[in-house]
């Protein structure tokens, strides 16, 4: 009880706190510097992410158009007639104006902020314009927004009226083609040789002839408003949109003339929907997982699709566009969590290696303050305090930096650099002071000192051990589990904890090696040692001696190997991103340049062609007709497939001279021989549905389905996972001639070529792909964090050495200046101490570059570079032997310099000193 009452706090001694501060001021300045600047990589990086996040979701919701519209459908109320006939409905127009503020108002405020206003779009039945000599199509449509709809110009005739002044108006079921008044754009009325007044010759999918009369042709006022998107044939004319050869014309309805088109149809043909666009500026990376849980409820509550109330019918892909964002910038967190731990691990070697030497030079006063009666818990706190302020004010420091460079700061990943900088000194201070006080001795007898070596030898195996099972759990469950996390209700897409293991699998792995390697070392020192004894070489044996002495040391070769083993990951991380977005961009575009030509000048896209051919420094020239959503029949289902009809031979040339894939199976599209029962196609499907032997049918309007037989899988072209690839010869021999649209360019001079066209046509270029590629949020976040830290791991690594080197240069020179004593030159010293310092450090410049590249081929998959890359498969790892050159030369230099500074350095110690601190 008395031992309980007597107990009393820690009381530090001031004058000794200040004292150690002021002699080691150059020790705590280095160990602050490096907690400021790692805590400022660590607070910075994660705060750019979350902010480049944002941006993130804008660009894909941008990018995936109106893939990511909420759309909205409501079928019509009955129009029978008292007498059985079908009634003019005057009100539709107001109808859809309802219909689109019910809309609207069921969308909840979440969704409500997030959507543009919306656009109501009515559109008719596709139909045949008849006559011509390729397949046209014909489509009316209504645009209203919550303003009216999209501004024109009438330059010729008026807008469309109704076709009888009668407000009720009832027709038999039967009877003749109502008529009905559309307005044409100016380029489908040039298009179409017709005018104000004329008659449109179409007919539906049964042969009846349409009464469509031309009231006027417009002109957009501003061609670029969102409204016109939603029809784009209202514009101009769009080929391909009704299947392979075939052009889509459209007429614009107005308020008055809405009635008249569903009279002039079948009751059910006339469909309305409701258009919400995002608005991506108002999208953010918290507000994605709300947003795409609002628009599942909404799907998930629409009426089915065969009801024939006027329920709402809820479609849209805008949450699987977000969720596709947020498992892209997870994937992005994660990958910068990797390397972040990485550089976290290497400083806190750094770190314990700078306590080490702080507590070396430390180590007399510690012993004489503990040998005048110092408590050890007086020492620890004096310690503490002082080491809790420069780790404290160091990551103040840090994380004030970061939040100027940045738009926020995280101070979770500077947690485990401020613990190791405020105990790693304390621990080993204590430690130090109790041996010094520690009246323990060695025991005589034989068998209680093998207990002792044992038990340390054991208690080693057992830290190692459990390392490396760590490492081998890490790597397991990183293979099995990925980085991404766990998609579960209420997941807010952020690291977990589950994630620990398997972020750290990379920085376990290291150090794993690493003890192995330690294990290693002193036995190949060892070996070296035996081998130098046997030579008459003097300098050789000295510093193998010395060499062996310090094989032992763990934190040297620990922080060496781990330091340029993920340095040498990071810039495998930086390579491989860096080729994969070349790789993505000639997958994109398909070549150094490609045209996609308009329907009004796909017929110049031949002599275009022969004009680019001739243009100085282009390389190859291959056209051919591509076909988004080509309609595609198997045994029993309907696909919308990428269709290419080309060159078979050229495309296969192309492909050849490009970094893109071969596809060898290209040339069994012209193989000589019997015909595999249809047209030869090379076909590329994502779930498996297009696969070799499948026997398919293209089909076409007005004309009997030309029958494909797929003998191969096509390549991928332009990033699309379902394409069917068919030669442009063989598909005209069976009736259906190619209409070229695309022309892919190869060679230093395509960009130039291409953008002299002359001819209207989209530009696509491979630089321009490439450069908007590499400034994109995530990706120029993951680059630049990836070559930063391959920056900071060398430079920890090259400060590991000057600390190493620091540490056992007292004892280093001490022996040596005895040596020369002896008659050993001031010139062999150095090449003694030069031997004693360089196995850890070629252990490291060998090994660590082959390391890093050997985890890099192990985890590169499941760290999902191919989400940042845009690939469709992972990206192989890239290993810049150059880079792995420069960190194993920049490590052998550094040491090549350590020892003549040192010699310098302890050129004034004199003998008698260095005799009597030895007697010491």
Not at 28 to 47: H, K, N
Not at 452 to 481: K, N
Not at 602 to 619: C, F, M, S, Y
Not at 629 to 644: D, G, I, Y
């Amino acid at each position: 009880m008395n031992r309980w009452l007597t107990r009393r706090w820690p009381a530090p001694h001031w004058p000794s706190v200040r004292g150690r501060g002021r002699a080691d001021a150059g020790a705590l300045l280095l160990t602050a510097a490096v907690i400021a600047a790692v805590t400022l990589l660590a607070g910075a990086v994660p705060a750019l992410l979350r902010a480049g996040a944002d941006n993130a979701v804008q660009d894909t919701v941008r990018r995936a158009g109106q893939g990511s519209n909420v759309l909205v459908h409501a079928n019509w109320e009955h129009d029978n007639g008292p007498t059985g006939g079908r009634v003019r409905m005057t009100r539709l127009a107001e109808d859809i104006d309802d219909f689109r503020a019910r809309a609207t108002y069921l969308l909840g405020p979440d969704l409500d902020t997030a959507l543009r206003p919306p656009v109501a779009v009515v559109n008719g039945p596709i139909l045949r314009i008849t006559g011509g000599d390729v397949p046209r199509t014909f489509q009316f449509t209504y645009l209203a927004g919550d303003l009216g709809g999209p501004d024109v110009t009438w330059i010729s005739g008026s807008a469309p009226g109704p076709a009888v002044p009668e407000q009720f108006i009832e027709i038999p079921s039967h009877g003749p083609p109502w008529p009905l008044q559309v307005g044409l754009s100016e380029t489908d009325a040039t298009a179409l040789d017709l005018g104000p007044g004329d008659r449109i010759p179409v007919q539906d999918g049964h042969g009846q002839d349409k009464d469509v009369r031309i009231s006027g042709i417009y002109r957009p006022a501003d061609s670029a408003d969102p409204a016109w998107q939603l029809a784009p044939a209202l514009l101009r004319p769009v080929p391909g949109a009704d299947g392979v050869g075939t052009t889509r014309f459209a007429g614009l309805l107005s308020r008055e003339s809405l009635p008249d088109a569903r009279l002039a149809i079948d009751e059910d043909q006339l469909r309305r929907t409701i258009h919400f666009a995002p608005e991506p500026d108002a999208l953010t990376w918290d507000a994605t997982e709300t947003i795409a849980s609002q628009v599942v409820k909404l799907k998930a509550a629409s009426g089915a699709s065969a009801d024939r109330s006027q329920s709402l019918k809820w479609e849209s892909q805008l949450d699987t566009v977000l969720r596709d964002a947020r498992t892209q910038i997870s994937a992005a967190f994660a990958q910068a969590a990797v390397l972040l731990a990485g550089v976290l691990t290497v400083t806190v070697l750094v770190l314990l290696l700078a306590a080490d030497l702080l507590v070396r030079r430390r180590a007399p006063a510690l012993r004489a303050a503990r040998q005048r009666g110092a408590a050890l818990p007086d020492l620890g706190t004096e310690l503490i305090i002082e080491s809790s302020v420069v780790s404290l004010s160091a990551a103040a420091v840090g994380l004030a930096l970061a939040r100027v460079a940045a738009p926020g700061v995280c101070w979770t990943w500077s947690v485990p650099v401020v613990l190791a900088g405020a105990v790693a000194g304390p621990a080993f201070g204590i430690l130090a002071a109790a041996r010094a006080s520690r009246d323990r001795r060695q025991p005589a007898n034989r068998a209680a000192r093998r207990w002792i070596l044992a038990t340390g030898q054991l208690r080693r195996a057992v830290v190692e051990s459990a390392v490396l099972i760590t490492a081998v759990a890490a790597f397991v469950t990183l293979h099995q589990r990925g980085l991404l996390p766990v998609a579960s209700d209420g997941d807010a897409g952020e690291l977990t904890g589950d994630l620990v293991l398997p972020l750290g699998a990379v920085a376990l792995g290291v150090l794993a090696a690493a003890i192995v390697l330690l294990r290693l070392l002193p036995v190949g020192v060892g070996f070296t040692l035996r081998q130098a004894l046997r030579s008459r070489r003097p300098l050789a044996v000295f510093g193998a001696a010395r060499a062996a002495t310090t094989a032992g040391r763990a934190l040297p070769l620990l922080v060496l190997v781990s330091a340029t083993a993920l340095a040498s990951f990071a810039l495998v991380v930086g390579a491989t991103v860096t080729r994969g977005l070349a790789d993505g961009a000639w997958s994109t575009v398909g070549a150094d340049a490609r045209l996609d030509i308009g329907a009004d000048a796909d017929a110049a896209t031949p002599a275009l062609a022969e004009r680019i051919v001739a243009a100085p420094g282009v390389g190859q020239v291959v056209v051919a007709q591509v076909t988004d959503s080509a309609r595609v029949f198997t045994e029993s289902t309907l696909l919308t497939p990428r269709l290419v009809i080309v060159d078979a031979a050229a495309f296969q040339r192309l492909l050849a001279t490009t970094p893109l894939p071969d596809a060898p199976a290209l040339a069994r599209l012209t193989a000589p021989g019997p015909g595999p029962g249809g047209v030869p196609a090379l076909v590329r499907s994502s779930n498996g549905d297009l696969r070799t032997g499948t026997r398919l049918q293209l089909s076409r309007d007005d004309a009997p389905a030309i029958h494909l037989a797929a003998v191969g899988t096509a390549p991928s072209v332009g990033g699309a996972d379902d394409v069917v690839i068919v030669d442009a010869t063989a598909l005209a021999d069976a009736g259906l001639p190619a209409v070229p649209n695309t022309v892919w360019v190869t060679g230093p001079g395509a960009a130039r070529a291409v953008s002299n066209s002359g001819v209207a046509a989209d530009v696509v270029l491979r630089a321009d792909v490439l450069r908007a590629q590499r400034v994109a949020p995530l990706t120029a976040g993951i680059l630049r964090l990836a070559w930063t830290a391959a920056a900071a791991l060398l430079a920890l690594g090259l400060l590991g050495l000057t600390l190493s080197a620091a540490a056992g240069a007292s004892e280093r020179w001490q022996t040596l200046t005895r040596l020369r004593t002896l008659g050993l030159r001031p010139r062999d010293a150095r090449w003694v101490a030069a031997g004693e310092l360089l196995p850890p450090v070629v252990v490291a410049a060998v090994c660590g570059p082959l390391l890093g590249a050997l985890l890099a081929r192990l985890t590169l998959g499941p760290i999902e570079l191919r989400l940042l890359t845009g690939q469709a498969a992972d990206p192989a790892a890239v290993l810049p032997w150059w880079l792995f050159g420069l960190v194993s030369v920049a490590l052998l230099a550094a040491a090549a310099v350590v020892v003549p500074v040192e010699s310098a350095l302890r050129r004034r110690d004199r003998l008698s000193e260095v005799l009597r601190a030895g007697d010491q």
